[in-house]
């Protein structure tokens, strides 16, 4: 979903987009690591669904904490 995209230039995020991006931390914040990201939590190495209903989690295994990426995550201290 374009809409869902986060671009940051090199310049850095203009007050208004980190405005805007912190208002999306509300409703999109990552229930698993806590920040914003496009792609499936990079802090997971594994989710077991429950087989009678996909989209309730049975189980989710995560990377040890030193060893997953954390850089194509944006963090609340991203936006201040
Ligand atoms: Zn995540």
Not at 19 to 27: G, N, S, T, Y
């Given at each position: 979903m374009a809409s869902r995209l986060i671009l940051i230039p090199d310049e850095g995020l203009s007050e208004d987009d980190k405005?805007?991006?912190?208002?999306?931390?509300?409703?999109d914040a990552c229930r698993w690591c806590g920040g914003l990201?496009?792609?499936e939590c990079p802090r997971v190495k594994r989710i077991i669904f429950n087989p009678a209903d996909e989209r309730s989690v049975r189980e989710v295994e995560f990377w040890n904490d030193l060893e997953w990426d954390r850089s194509a995550v944006l963090w609340p201290e991203d936006l201040i």
């Open positions: 405005r805007a991006l912190r208002a999306r931390f509300e409703d990201h496009q792609r």
